[in-house]
């Protein structure tokens, strides 16, 4: 798929959660109306210090679509303040400790995505009622929780959720 015009530039969100402050990168389409929006949530690995935009197609195809598009960075990951995964989970997998380690990162990392729809609910330019949300790997994960646990959300796509 091509997608022609002129190139897309997002406009960095801060995104405040209790002591972190969430780093999101917020792509709008042109309209004089409030727009629907998706929210997609990264995986794993996405370095701490990273601008990582996600995939600058994925937010042009939104876009053509007339969706805006949100890539945030949870806590501690890329441009949000936080600690890492690997300093909240340091128990062996497969063992009882990971899993209540585990359970416990996503339950905080996943209020960050709760965050991220209260943010969008609030702007002007966002049509509050047609938020989606979607994410791969532990951002399929991210997905499913954040369904799960607000029914504000319109939708949600969740592909290759991680199994750990």
Not at 76 to 89: E, H, I, M, R
Not at 124 to 133: E, G, L, M, Y
Not at 136 to 159: M, Q, V
Request: proline share 8%; aromatic share 6%.
């Amino acid at each position: 798929m091509r997608i022609d015009g002129p190139p897309i530039t997002p406009t960095e969100v801060s995104i405040p959660n209790g002591e972190n402050d969430l780093a999101g990168f917020l792509f709008l389409p042109e309209s004089d109306t409030p727009v629907p929006c998706l929210v997609d949530n990264h995986g794993s690995q996405l370095p701490p210090g990273t601008a990582d935009l996600s995939h600058p197609q994925t937010a042009a195809f939104f876009l053509s679509l007339g969706y805006a598009y949100l890539f945030l960075h949870r806590a501690g990951y890329g441009n949000s303040s936080g600690t890492l995964l690997a300093q909240d989970v340091t128990a062996p997998r497969g063992t009882p400790d990971h899993d209540r380690q585990m359970a416990g990162r996503l339950k905080r990392e996943n209020g960050d995505v709760i965050a991220a729809l209260d943010c969008l609910t609030a702007q002007p330019k966002i049509a509050a009622d047609r938020i989606a949300v979607m994410g791969s790997s532990l951002g399929g994960i991210h997905t499913l929780l954040a369904l799960a646990r607000d029914k504000r959300w319109r939708c949600g796509l969740n592909f290759s959720g991680g199994a750990s």
